[in-house]
């Protein structure tokens, strides 16, 4: 079995995806991290191998999609999964784009989780006419920060 099959075996879609920081739902359905949009439209098979994009039509196993997160060339994406889920297939020492790929990763689950925090908070001050400034602030905040969804 070459490395690229056996890093195929060893790592699922959603496994990748999460390391990015990025969270799929239960029934396999996340915000595409290739394009800007709103709504899950990427598609993780069960069998974990596979994933569709039904917004920016772009799919294929898991290389593909570090391939295209990371805009890699084939061998280096596998080399990439290789030292970021320390799989040791390779032998190489993670490099240094990889250590900041896992830092960028952190930093976006962070930033997703405190968006999610304010706007739970956002929602808990309306209609609360004591919590009038609380809600303006949170509403500014929230609009700034409309990336980190």
């Known amino acids: 079995m070459e490395i690229a099959e056996k890093v195929k075996a060893s790592v699922s879609t959603r496994d990748v995806l999460e390391s ?4 799929v739902n239960r029934q396999g359905f996340c915000r595409c991290p290739l394009h800007d949009e709103r709504t899950p439209s990427l598609k993780v098979y069960p069998n974990g191998k596979g994933w569709y994009c039904f917004g920016c039509h772009k799919g294929g196993d898991v290389i593909s999609l570090v391939m295209q997160l990371e805009q890699l060339p084939f061998p280096a994406a596998v080399q ?10 390779i032998g190489a020492e993670p490099s240094k784009r990889d250590s900041e790929a896992a830092k960028k990763a952190r930093e976006r689950k962070e930033h997703r989780r405190e968006y999610q925090h304010r706007e ?7 209609g609360r006419p004591e919590r009038r400034d609380r809600l303006e602030y949170l509403d500014n905040w929230l609009s700034e920060h409309r990336d980190w969804r």
């Open 120 to 126: 739970a908070e956002f929602a808990a001050c309306v």
């Open 80 to 89: 990439a999964i290789d030292s970021r889920f320390g799989l040791g297939l």
């Open 20 to 23: 990015y920081g990025i969270e």
